[in-house]
């Protein structure tokens, strides 16, 4: 299956056919379409190939009155199935997923879905952007099997959201040579005010179909574990910006992402403690 995918990458990212048909996946309108089909009730057909296909543990999730393929996609789970870590010192995950630690210094460029980014280009704001310089960049990637919603990571207040539609470019920024094309993924990302970890940046990616992000609050007053938002199917990545000095991540973490290996965690599981309350 990697050999597959590997084959299908190198395909759309690195032959002029390849790249057509990228273009045309990319797109918005193909997008919406596709996000129509998957909130209609024609798409409900899909729920048990799904269920059955990633193994997925139904009776953990309140599944009774599934209407279409995007309600079960953002299952709600059963209250006893996630504990949040209540003590305030420490870090929790804000999703299930699998993840991967980054000390960032200078030009670091992260690998998130089929596309590449700085700091910089992930958020597009410079002075933002710089406010993390010598911090810890979290990516959480989701799977399909993945619960795929997720929850605030302390208590405190959060701006506005800043949406960032995803686009294709045919040529590469300096910085990411690696890629034939670059291709921009549609994001969402806000400043959360902690009480124990700073001004933490969280921004949640959307896939290769423009991805649905759906948050529920613009400004707000915010508690630890409290549900922040949803995925809908094609969108499945939240990384977690943190200033220098505010937050204290076990080097197992960064170790593990250096050799290239994720490390699965869980909504609400302790990740790491707030620098200045150790």
Same mark, same amino acid.
Do not use: W
């Given at each position: 299956?990697?050999?597959?995918?590997?084959?299908?990458?190198?395909?759309?990212y690195?032959?002029?056919?390849?790249?057509?048909?990228?273009?045309?996946?990319?797109?918005?309108?193909?997008?919406?379409?596709?996000?129509k089909?998957? +909130?209609?009730?024609?798409?409900?057909?899909?729920?048990?190939?799904?269920?059955?296909?990633?193994?997925?543990?139904? +009776?953990? $999730?309140y599944?009774?009155?599934?209407?279409?393929?995007?309600?079960?996609?953002?299952?709600k789970?059963?209250?006893?199935?996630?504990?949040? +870590?209540?003590?305030?010192?420490?870090?929790?995950?804000?999703? +299930?997923?699998?993840?991967?630690?980054?000390?960032?210094?200078?030009?670091?460029?992260?690998p998130?879905?089929?596309?590449?980014?700085?700091?910089?280009?992930?958020?597009?704001?410079?002075?933002?952007?710089?406010? $993390?310089?010598?911090?810890?960049?979290?990516?959480?990637?989701?799977?399909?099997?993945?619960?795929?919603? $997720?929850? $605030?990571?302390?208590?405190?207040?959060?701006?506005?959201?800043?949406?960032?539609?995803?686009?294709?470019?045919?040529?590469r920024?300096?910085?990411?040579?690696?890629?034939?094309?670059?291709?921009?993924?549609?994001?969402?990302?806000?400043?959360?005010?902690?009480?124990?970890?700073?001004?933490?940046?969280?921004?949640?990616?959307?896939?290769?179909?423009?991805?649905?992000?759906?948050?529920?609050?613009?400004?707000?007053?915010?508690?630890?574990?409290?549900?922040?938002?949803?995925?809908?199917?094609?969108?499945?990545?939240?990384?977690?910006?943190?200033?220098?000095?505010?937050?204290?991540?076990?080097?197992?973490?960064?170790?593990k992402?250096?050799?290239?290996?994720?490390v699965?965690?869980?909504?609400?599981?302790?990740?790491?403690?707030?620098?200045?309350?150790?």
């Open positions: 299956m990697e050999k597959q995918e590997s084959f299908a990458l190198r395909f759309l690195h032959t002029l056919v390849g790249r057509f048909f990228l273009k045309g996946l990319s797109s918005k309108s193909l997008s919406k379409v596709c996000g089909f998957l +909130d209609s009730k024609m798409s409900k057909f899909l729920i048990p190939l799904f269920i059955q296909k990633n193994n997925i543990p139904i +009776d953990d $999730y599944h009774e009155d599934f209407k279409c393929f995007n309600d079960c996609f953002s299952r789970i059963k209250e006893d199935k996630r504990l949040i +870590d209540s003590t305030i010192n420490h870090l929790i995950s804000p999703c +299930d997923g699998l993840l991967s630690a980054y000390h960032i210094k200078g030009d670091l460029v992260i998130v879905k089929q596309s590449e980014y700085s700091i910089f280009s992930l958020l597009q704001n410079k002075e933002l952007a710089n406010k $993390y310089q010598d911090g810890v960049c979290l990516v959480f990637r989701l799977c399909v099997h993945h619960y795929h919603r $997720y929850c $605030y990571m302390d208590s405190g207040k959060k701006g506005k959201n800043v949406y960032l539609s995803g686009k294709l470019h045919t040529v920024p300096i910085a990411l040579e690696s890629r034939a094309v670059f291709l921009e993924n549609s994001r969402e990302y806000t400043v959360l005010e902690t009480d124990h970890f700073g001004n933490v940046t969280q921004v949640e990616v959307g896939a290769l179909l423009v991805g649905k992000i759906k948050n529920y609050h613009e400004k707000y007053a915010f508690s630890r574990g409290e549900e922040k938002g949803m995925f809908l199917y094609g969108g499945s990545t939240i990384i977690l910006l943190f200033e220098k000095d505010k937050v204290d991540i076990s080097e197992k973490y960064f170790k992402t250096e050799n290239n290996e994720e699965e965690v869980m909504l609400g599981e302790m990740i790491g403690l707030s620098h200045k309350l150790k």
